[in-house]
Protein backbone atom coordinates (compact mmCIF):
# COMPACT_ATOMS: atom_id res chain seq x y z
CA UNK A 1 0.00 0.00 0.00
CA UNK A 2 1.31 3.47 -0.85
CA UNK A 3 2.08 6.28 1.50
CA UNK A 4 -1.76 8.35 -0.47
CA UNK A 5 -3.68 4.70 0.06
CA UNK A 6 -2.44 4.05 3.68
CA UNK A 7 -3.75 7.62 4.14
CA UNK A 8 -7.14 7.37 2.29
CA UNK A 9 -7.61 4.72 4.19
CA UNK A 10 -6.95 6.28 7.28
CA UNK A 11 -9.20 9.09 6.71
CA UNK A 12 -12.26 6.95 5.80
CA UNK A 13 -11.98 4.98 8.60
CA UNK A 14 -11.74 8.06 10.90
CA UNK A 15 -14.95 9.43 8.91
CA UNK A 16 -16.95 6.39 9.68
CA UNK A 17 -16.24 7.30 13.52
CA UNK A 18 -17.22 11.04 12.16
CA UNK A 19 -13.65 12.28 12.81
CA UNK A 20 -11.98 14.54 10.13
CA UNK A 21 -8.28 14.76 9.71
CA UNK A 22 -7.98 18.61 9.83
CA UNK A 23 -11.33 19.29 11.21
CA UNK A 24 -12.44 22.13 13.52
CA UNK A 25 -14.20 19.86 15.55
CA UNK A 26 -12.36 19.65 19.17
CA UNK A 27 -12.26 15.73 18.52
CA UNK A 28 -10.94 16.34 15.03
CA UNK A 29 -6.81 15.56 14.59
CA UNK A 30 -4.28 17.72 12.91
CA UNK A 31 -1.55 15.76 11.59
CA UNK A 32 1.68 16.96 11.77
CA UNK A 33 3.67 14.05 10.36
CA UNK A 34 2.06 12.19 6.86
CA UNK A 35 4.08 8.88 7.93
CA UNK A 36 1.11 8.94 10.58
CA UNK A 37 -0.83 6.86 8.89
CA UNK A 38 1.17 4.02 7.63
CA UNK A 39 2.28 4.05 11.39
CA UNK A 40 -1.49 3.57 12.37
CA UNK A 41 -2.16 0.83 9.79
CA UNK A 42 0.71 -1.03 10.86
CA UNK A 43 0.59 -0.78 14.59
CA UNK A 44 -2.50 0.38 15.52
CA UNK A 45 -3.58 1.13 18.72
CA UNK A 46 0.50 1.12 19.49
CA UNK A 47 1.36 3.37 16.72
CA UNK A 48 -1.43 5.56 17.34
CA UNK A 49 -0.17 6.26 20.99
CA UNK A 50 3.50 6.37 20.08
CA UNK A 51 3.03 9.02 17.37
CA UNK A 52 1.10 10.72 19.68
CA UNK A 53 3.60 10.70 22.54
CA UNK A 54 6.27 11.62 19.26
CA UNK A 55 3.80 14.40 18.30
CA UNK A 56 2.65 13.32 14.60
CA UNK A 57 -0.88 14.08 15.27
CA UNK A 58 -2.76 16.52 18.17
CA UNK A 59 -6.22 16.72 18.61
CA UNK A 60 -8.13 19.34 20.92
CA UNK A 61 -10.18 16.88 22.86
CA UNK A 62 -8.62 13.44 23.02
CA UNK A 63 -10.64 11.61 25.18
CA UNK A 64 -13.82 12.37 22.94
CA UNK A 65 -11.40 11.24 19.96
CA UNK A 66 -11.23 7.78 21.69
CA UNK A 67 -14.89 7.58 22.95
CA UNK A 68 -15.93 7.81 18.95
CA UNK A 69 -12.95 5.99 17.78
CA UNK A 70 -14.28 2.95 19.81
CA UNK A 71 -17.92 3.45 19.24
CA UNK A 72 -17.25 2.83 15.86
CA UNK A 73 -15.06 -0.12 17.00
CA UNK A 74 -11.68 1.18 14.38
CA UNK A 75 -9.96 -1.05 16.34
CA UNK A 76 -11.46 -4.21 14.92
CA UNK A 77 -11.56 -2.77 11.52
CA UNK A 78 -7.63 -1.92 11.39
CA UNK A 79 -4.93 -5.46 11.89
CA UNK A 80 -1.91 -5.54 13.89
CA UNK A 81 1.08 -6.17 12.51
CA UNK A 82 3.77 -9.60 13.21
CA UNK A 83 4.96 -7.93 16.39
CA UNK A 84 1.50 -7.48 17.85
CA UNK A 85 0.27 -10.77 17.22
CA UNK A 86 3.46 -12.58 18.70
CA UNK A 87 2.98 -10.36 21.64
CA UNK A 88 -0.78 -11.75 21.43
CA UNK A 89 0.98 -15.23 21.54
CA UNK A 90 3.08 -14.91 24.19
CA UNK A 91 0.62 -13.98 26.75
CA UNK A 92 -1.71 -17.20 25.88
CA UNK A 93 1.95 -19.65 26.04
CA UNK A 94 3.29 -17.74 28.89
CA UNK A 95 2.50 -16.89 32.65
CA UNK A 96 2.87 -13.04 32.14
CA UNK A 97 1.70 -12.06 35.51
CA UNK A 98 3.89 -15.04 37.27
CA UNK A 99 5.05 -14.47 40.63
CA UNK A 100 8.96 -13.74 39.33
CA UNK A 101 6.99 -10.76 36.76
CA UNK A 102 4.77 -9.78 39.86
CA UNK A 103 7.04 -6.52 40.85
CA UNK A 104 7.52 -5.21 37.09
CA UNK A 105 4.48 -3.13 37.45
CA UNK A 106 5.43 -1.34 40.85
CA UNK A 107 9.11 -0.78 39.76
CA UNK A 108 7.79 0.39 36.40
CA UNK A 109 4.66 2.66 37.19
CA UNK A 110 3.64 3.00 40.70
CA UNK A 111 7.57 3.75 41.76
CA UNK A 112 7.79 6.40 38.78
CA UNK A 113 7.74 9.33 41.59
CA UNK A 114 5.39 9.86 44.40
CA UNK A 115 5.27 13.64 43.94
CA UNK A 116 3.59 12.62 40.55
CA UNK A 117 0.75 10.71 42.37
CA UNK A 118 0.36 13.38 45.26
CA UNK A 119 0.02 16.37 42.65
CA UNK A 120 -2.87 14.16 40.49
CA UNK A 121 -4.61 12.04 42.94
CA UNK A 122 -7.16 13.19 45.97
CA UNK A 123 -5.95 14.18 49.35
CA UNK A 124 -6.10 10.38 50.32
CA UNK A 125 -4.34 9.25 47.43
CA UNK A 126 -6.98 6.68 46.15
CA UNK A 127 -5.49 5.63 42.38
CA UNK A 128 -8.76 4.15 41.72
CA UNK A 129 -12.54 5.24 40.36
CA UNK A 130 -14.38 7.35 42.12
CA UNK A 131 -18.11 7.25 43.66
CA UNK A 132 -19.84 10.45 42.48
CA UNK A 133 -23.15 9.76 42.91
CA UNK A 134 -23.60 12.50 46.07
CA UNK A 135 -20.44 14.05 45.19
CA UNK A 136 -19.00 17.13 43.54
CA UNK A 137 -15.24 16.59 44.03
CA UNK A 138 -12.64 14.59 43.44
CA UNK A 139 -12.01 14.45 47.61
CA UNK A 140 -15.48 13.77 47.78
CA UNK A 141 -15.92 11.04 45.68
CA UNK A 142 -12.93 8.72 46.80
CA UNK A 143 -14.50 9.40 50.59
CA UNK A 144 -17.68 8.02 49.15
CA UNK A 145 -15.66 4.97 47.26
CA UNK A 146 -14.27 4.25 50.64
CA UNK A 147 -17.37 4.50 52.80
CA UNK A 148 -19.27 2.42 50.10
CA UNK A 149 -16.40 -0.02 50.05
CA UNK A 150 -16.65 -0.40 54.15
CA UNK A 151 -20.66 -0.89 53.96
CA UNK A 152 -20.82 -3.39 51.30
CA UNK A 153 -18.26 -5.86 53.22
CA UNK A 154 -19.97 -4.73 56.52
CA UNK A 155 -16.99 -3.14 58.50
CA UNK A 156 -17.10 -3.21 62.27
CA UNK A 157 -14.19 -2.04 64.96
CA UNK A 158 -11.70 -4.79 65.65
CA UNK A 159 -12.18 -6.44 62.33
CA UNK A 160 -9.21 -7.90 60.84
CA UNK A 161 -9.28 -6.87 56.80
CA UNK A 162 -6.84 -8.10 54.29
CA UNK A 163 -6.08 -5.96 51.17
CA UNK A 164 -4.13 -7.50 48.15
CA UNK A 165 -2.65 -4.58 46.53
CA UNK A 166 -3.08 -1.80 48.97
CA UNK A 167 -1.64 1.53 47.17
CA UNK A 168 -0.42 4.27 49.49
CA UNK A 169 -2.79 2.84 52.44
CA UNK A 170 -5.90 4.86 51.33
CA UNK A 171 -8.50 2.41 52.33
CA UNK A 172 -5.92 0.97 55.23
CA UNK A 173 -5.72 4.72 56.52
CA UNK A 174 -9.62 4.89 56.11
CA UNK A 175 -11.06 1.88 57.85
CA UNK A 176 -8.87 1.98 61.11
CA UNK A 177 -9.60 6.10 61.26
CA UNK A 178 -13.60 5.78 60.50
CA UNK A 179 -14.40 2.00 61.57
CA UNK A 180 -11.03 1.08 64.07
CA UNK A 181 -10.56 -2.23 61.81
CA UNK A 182 -6.97 -3.78 61.61
CA UNK A 183 -5.69 -4.00 58.43
CA UNK A 184 -3.12 -5.85 56.03
CA UNK A 185 -2.06 -4.39 52.98
CA UNK A 186 0.32 -5.78 50.41
CA UNK A 187 2.10 -4.06 47.67
CA UNK A 188 4.34 -4.41 44.92
CA UNK A 189 5.31 -0.96 45.11
CA UNK A 190 8.17 -0.03 47.36
CA UNK A 191 7.37 3.33 47.48
CA UNK A 192 3.24 2.72 47.79
CA UNK A 193 4.97 1.06 51.23
CA UNK A 194 7.20 3.91 52.50
CA UNK A 195 4.65 7.05 51.69
CA UNK A 196 1.84 4.29 53.29
CA UNK A 197 3.12 3.75 56.19
CA UNK A 198 4.04 7.17 57.15
CA UNK A 199 0.41 8.39 56.15
CA UNK A 200 -0.73 5.38 58.53
CA UNK A 201 1.63 5.68 61.43
CA UNK A 202 -0.35 5.25 64.99
CA UNK A 203 -2.79 3.16 63.45
CA UNK A 204 -3.70 -0.95 63.13
CA UNK A 205 -2.44 -0.53 59.66
CA UNK A 206 0.67 -2.69 58.02
CA UNK A 207 1.87 -1.89 54.24
CA UNK A 208 4.17 -4.80 53.57
CA UNK A 209 6.48 -5.25 50.05
CA UNK A 210 4.50 -8.95 48.93
CA UNK A 211 3.41 -10.38 46.46
CA UNK A 212 -0.74 -11.24 46.89
CA UNK A 213 0.13 -15.56 46.53
CA UNK A 214 2.38 -14.61 49.65
CA UNK A 215 -0.27 -14.04 52.04
CA UNK A 216 -0.85 -16.42 55.43
CA UNK A 217 -3.16 -15.70 57.71
CA UNK A 218 -6.91 -15.68 57.95
CA UNK A 219 -9.13 -12.41 58.25
CA UNK A 220 -12.88 -11.60 58.58
CA UNK A 221 -13.03 -10.05 55.09
CA UNK A 222 -10.29 -10.19 52.07
CA UNK A 223 -10.41 -7.38 49.48
CA UNK A 224 -8.67 -5.36 46.78
CA UNK A 225 -8.97 -2.32 44.96
CA UNK A 226 -7.95 -2.41 41.50
CA UNK A 227 -5.23 -5.36 41.86
CA UNK A 228 -7.22 -7.28 39.20
CA UNK A 229 -5.99 -5.55 36.51
CA UNK A 230 -2.57 -7.07 36.87
CA UNK A 231 -4.16 -10.23 37.84
CA UNK A 232 -3.72 -12.15 34.43
CA UNK A 233 -6.35 -14.35 33.23
CA UNK A 234 -3.92 -18.01 34.20
CA UNK A 235 -3.84 -16.94 37.92
CA UNK A 236 -7.71 -15.38 38.35
CA UNK A 237 -8.58 -19.08 40.04
CA UNK A 238 -5.42 -18.63 41.92
CA UNK A 239 -6.30 -15.23 42.97
CA UNK A 240 -9.85 -16.82 44.55
CA UNK A 241 -7.87 -19.36 46.30
CA UNK A 242 -5.83 -17.00 47.99
CA UNK A 243 -9.02 -15.84 49.05
CA UNK A 244 -10.94 -18.50 50.18
CA UNK A 245 -7.67 -19.60 51.64
CA UNK A 246 -7.05 -16.53 53.76
CA UNK A 247 -10.96 -15.99 54.92
CA UNK A 248 -12.59 -16.65 58.18
CA UNK A 249 -15.20 -18.82 58.21
CA UNK A 250 -18.39 -16.60 57.67
CA UNK A 251 -16.04 -14.14 56.29
CA UNK A 252 -16.61 -11.97 53.15
CA UNK A 253 -14.76 -11.15 50.26
CA UNK A 254 -14.77 -8.27 47.65
CA UNK A 255 -13.07 -6.57 44.74
CA UNK A 256 -13.18 -3.84 42.68
CA UNK A 257 -11.72 -4.11 39.05
CA UNK A 258 -11.94 -2.98 36.04
CA UNK A 259 -13.10 -5.35 33.36
CA UNK A 260 -13.29 -6.11 29.63
CA UNK A 261 -16.95 -6.45 27.76
CA UNK A 262 -15.39 -9.60 26.12
CA UNK A 263 -12.90 -12.45 27.48
CA UNK A 264 -9.11 -11.68 25.59
CA UNK A 265 -6.02 -12.85 27.31
CA UNK A 266 -4.05 -9.30 26.72
CA UNK A 267 -3.75 -6.17 27.06
CA UNK A 268 -3.91 -3.24 25.27
CA UNK A 269 -0.23 -3.31 23.20
CA UNK A 270 0.61 1.01 24.14
CA UNK A 271 -0.55 0.31 27.67
CA UNK A 272 1.71 -2.72 28.41
CA UNK A 273 4.26 -1.20 26.72
CA UNK A 274 4.53 2.32 28.65
CA UNK A 275 2.03 2.36 31.57
CA UNK A 276 0.92 -0.87 33.16
CA UNK A 277 3.41 -3.88 32.09
CA UNK A 278 1.53 -7.21 31.90
CA UNK A 279 -1.87 -5.55 32.38
CA UNK A 280 -4.92 -7.02 31.25
CA UNK A 281 -9.02 -6.71 32.13
CA UNK A 282 -11.22 -9.48 33.10
CA UNK A 283 -14.22 -9.99 31.64
CA UNK A 284 -17.40 -11.46 33.83
CA UNK A 285 -16.86 -14.85 32.08
CA UNK A 286 -13.56 -15.32 33.28
CA UNK A 287 -13.91 -14.06 36.91
CA UNK A 288 -16.84 -16.12 37.64
CA UNK A 289 -15.34 -19.12 36.06
CA UNK A 290 -12.33 -18.38 38.44
CA UNK A 291 -14.89 -18.34 41.93
CA UNK A 292 -16.89 -21.29 40.73
CA UNK A 293 -17.33 -23.69 43.33
CA UNK A 294 -15.98 -21.53 45.82
CA UNK A 295 -17.64 -18.63 46.16
CA UNK A 296 -21.20 -17.12 45.95
CA UNK A 297 -21.73 -14.20 44.17
CA UNK A 298 -23.80 -11.83 46.21
CA UNK A 299 -23.68 -8.83 44.61
CA UNK A 300 -22.27 -7.12 41.21
CA UNK A 301 -22.15 -3.68 41.10
CA UNK A 302 -21.36 -1.44 37.43
CA UNK A 303 -20.02 2.00 38.64
CA UNK A 304 -18.09 2.19 34.98
CA UNK A 305 -19.45 5.76 34.26
CA UNK A 306 -17.66 6.94 37.49
CA UNK A 307 -14.03 6.49 35.87
CA UNK A 308 -14.92 8.71 32.97
CA UNK A 309 -15.27 11.64 36.00
CA UNK A 310 -12.49 10.59 37.96
CA UNK A 311 -10.07 10.34 35.01
CA UNK A 312 -11.04 13.67 33.70
CA UNK A 313 -10.23 15.23 37.71
CA UNK A 314 -6.77 13.33 37.62
CA UNK A 315 -5.99 14.97 33.99
CA UNK A 316 -7.22 18.49 35.17
CA UNK A 317 -5.12 18.14 38.50
CA UNK A 318 -1.98 16.26 36.62
CA UNK A 319 -2.55 19.32 33.96
CA UNK A 320 -2.67 22.10 36.50
CA UNK A 321 0.70 20.43 38.75
CA UNK A 322 2.40 20.14 35.05
CA UNK A 323 4.38 23.32 35.51
CA UNK A 324 6.16 21.91 38.75
CA UNK A 325 6.49 18.52 37.55
CA UNK A 326 8.33 19.27 34.51
CA UNK A 327 11.69 20.06 35.78
CA UNK A 328 11.67 16.29 36.57
CA UNK A 329 9.06 14.84 33.41
CA UNK A 330 10.07 15.56 29.91
CA UNK A 331 7.47 16.47 27.13
CA UNK A 332 7.74 13.28 25.84
CA UNK A 333 6.48 11.93 29.26
CA UNK A 334 3.79 14.96 29.89
CA UNK A 335 2.34 13.67 26.26
CA UNK A 336 2.37 9.44 27.35
CA UNK A 337 0.31 10.47 30.33
CA UNK A 338 -1.68 12.82 28.96
CA UNK A 339 -2.90 10.32 26.47
CA UNK A 340 -2.83 7.51 29.35
CA UNK A 341 -5.43 9.68 31.32
CA UNK A 342 -7.72 11.02 28.29
CA UNK A 343 -7.69 7.67 26.23
CA UNK A 344 -8.55 5.99 29.48
CA UNK A 345 -11.49 8.62 30.06
CA UNK A 346 -12.74 8.18 26.08
CA UNK A 347 -12.68 4.33 26.82
CA UNK A 348 -14.99 4.75 29.70
CA UNK A 349 -17.24 7.14 28.45
CA UNK A 350 -17.63 4.44 24.79
CA UNK A 351 -18.56 2.04 27.97
CA UNK A 352 -15.51 -0.82 26.20
CA UNK A 353 -14.45 -0.58 29.70
CA UNK A 354 -16.54 -0.68 33.00
CA UNK A 355 -15.89 -0.69 36.68
CA UNK A 356 -17.15 -3.70 38.62
CA UNK A 357 -17.77 -3.92 42.80
CA UNK A 358 -18.45 -7.48 43.66
CA UNK A 359 -19.24 -8.87 47.18
CA UNK A 360 -18.64 -12.49 47.70
CA UNK A 361 -19.41 -15.03 50.03
CA UNK A 362 -18.77 -18.93 50.97
CA UNK A 363 -21.17 -21.67 49.69
CA UNK A 364 -23.81 -22.08 53.07
CA UNK A 365 -23.78 -18.68 54.69
CA UNK A 366 -26.09 -16.51 55.22
CA UNK A 367 -26.03 -13.24 52.99
CA UNK A 368 -24.42 -10.42 54.56
CA UNK A 369 -26.69 -7.74 55.29
CA UNK A 370 -24.79 -4.99 53.63
CA UNK A 371 -25.54 -1.73 51.64
CA UNK A 372 -24.67 -2.35 47.97
CA UNK A 373 -25.01 1.09 46.47
Not at 50 to 59: D, K, L, V
Not at 165 to 180: H, L, N, T
Not at 317 to 336: G, I, S, T, V
Not at 345 to 357: D, I, P
Request: hydrophobic share 40%; proline share 3%.
Amino acid sequence: MTARQSEITVRGLLSLAGIEVGGTNPWDIQVQNPLFYERVLHQTTLGLGESYMEGWWECAALDEFINKALRANLQDKVKGNWKILLHALQSRLFNLQSRARAFQVGEHHYDLGNDLYEAMLDKRLNYTCGYWKDATTLDEAQEAKLELVCKKIGLRPEMHVLELGCGWGSFAQYAAEKYGAHVLGVTVSKEQVKLGMERCQGLPVELRLQDYREVEGTYDAVISIGVMEHVGYKNYRTYMEVTDRCLKEGGIAFFHTIGSNISGTGGDPWSEKYIFPNGMLPSIAQLGSAMEGLFVMEDWHNIGPHYDKTLMAWYANFEQAWPELKAKYDERFHRMWRYYLLSSAGGFRARTTQLWQVVMTRPGAPQPDCRFS
